[in-house]
């Protein structure tokens, strides 16, 4: 039977806040929130000056102030200075210049439409992701390694299928214009591929599970995500050029079919490079 991992929460201990002019305004003057844990101080400064370059008030080109000058802004060490702006380095919305400082950068993030991205096989073979990429003036290319494997006991539970049960594992490495911005590894039952033409994902001319499964007369009809926010492990720091203490969001996908899945993704996503955008009908 299918598990809906979004009912599972997992909380991790947050370092609290050090800097009294920091944890003053993130709990309020009267401290009722005291017992509640607070972000980081330079995950709170990197949120402030990333809604600067959103808003426009640090536009492309900009500078960003120097690290003493965070220090005396934020009364915080330099090494917290440095981690702040090296999330916003590894988001890709500032770069450094040698000798000069560190600069907004002019960027296109991709935006990941959640809602109507996975098109059907007469919509066209077009990959969800290449649709993205192409959206934002940009060459969506990927990386993928595909095997048969057996399912361990988080994916069977996932699956709703015996530890053991064949499956196919498929990891991807997304890049837009060269540049690294998504991964993702990919579980489906053999039980409903195995000797079809879509059995091998990225062998046949039409991407995107979706249209997949219709070639072979599996209709997805609902497909589930969960997105949280974690640490970047270090394998993800190598494979998306990020800095060493940066954080990822998350998508946990399950596609199903008359309640059946038929195919889980963990999806891996630097915030600074993609867009999420969830469209809901209201019943």
Known sequence: MYVDRCSRIDVEAVPTCRSPALCGRLVGPTGGAADMPTPPAYLVIAADLRAAILSGELPAGAKLPSESGLMRQYDVSRTVAKWAI????????????????V??????????????????????????????????????????????????????????????????????????????????????????????????????SVKGVVARMDTIGVRVDEVVECVSLRSATAEEVEALNLPARTFVHTIERTYTAGGTPVETADIVLPGGRYELVYRLPID
């Open 103 to 204: 600069y907004v950068r002019d960027t296109t993030r991709l935006v990941r439409h959640a809602r109507g991205r996975d098109a059907r096989s007469a919509d066209g073979p077009t990959s969800p992701f290449a649709r993205d990429a192409a959206d934002a003036g940009q060459q969506g290319t990927w990386e993928h390694d595909s095997r048969h494997e057996k399912a361990d006991e988080r994916i069977a539970a996932w699956r709703g299928v015996e530890p053991g049960a064949p499956v196919m594992r498929t990891s991807y490495r997304f890049l837009a214009d060269g540049e690294p911005t998504q991964l993702s590894v990919s579980y489906e039952p053999l039980a409903v591929t195995e000797g079809t033409p879509v059995e091998w994902p990225e062998d046949g």
């Open 86 to 101: 090296a999330v916003l380095k590894g988001e890709g919305i500032v770069e450094g210049r040698a000798g000069s400082g």
